[in-house]
């Protein structure tokens, strides 16, 4: 591959930050969906917190993908 700078030749690795906002319900639902699908494990997702709205929590879960 000629004259390729090094950040084409290979792909590197980024965070990618995912949130979930909803009841705490649905977030739970929702990581355990992911859990099921095996993008997540469950464990990865931050502890539930108050987004200040009455019956709202969120939970955050950040990846290293690969990007190029």
Same mark, same amino acid.
């Given at each position: 591959?000629? %004259?390729?700078? %090094? #950040?084409q030749a290979?792909?590197?690795?980024e965070p990618i930050k995912h949130t979930l906002v909803g009841s705490p319900k649905a977030v739970k639902s929702t990581i355990r969906v992911l859990h099921q699908l095996k993008y997540a494990s469950i464990g990865?997702? #931050?502890p539930l917190v108050p987004t200040g709205n009455t019956g709202e929590v969120m939970?955050?879960?950040i990846r290293s993908i690969l990007v190029q």
């Amino acid at each position: 591959m000629p %004259n390729q700078t %090094n #950040s084409q030749a290979s792909p590197e690795r980024e965070p990618i930050k995912h949130t979930l906002v909803g009841s705490p319900k649905a977030v739970k639902s929702t990581i355990r969906v992911l859990h099921q699908l095996k993008y997540a494990s469950i464990g990865d997702w #931050s502890p539930l917190v108050p987004t200040g709205n009455t019956g709202e929590v969120m939970s955050i879960l950040i990846r290293s993908i690969l990007v190029q």
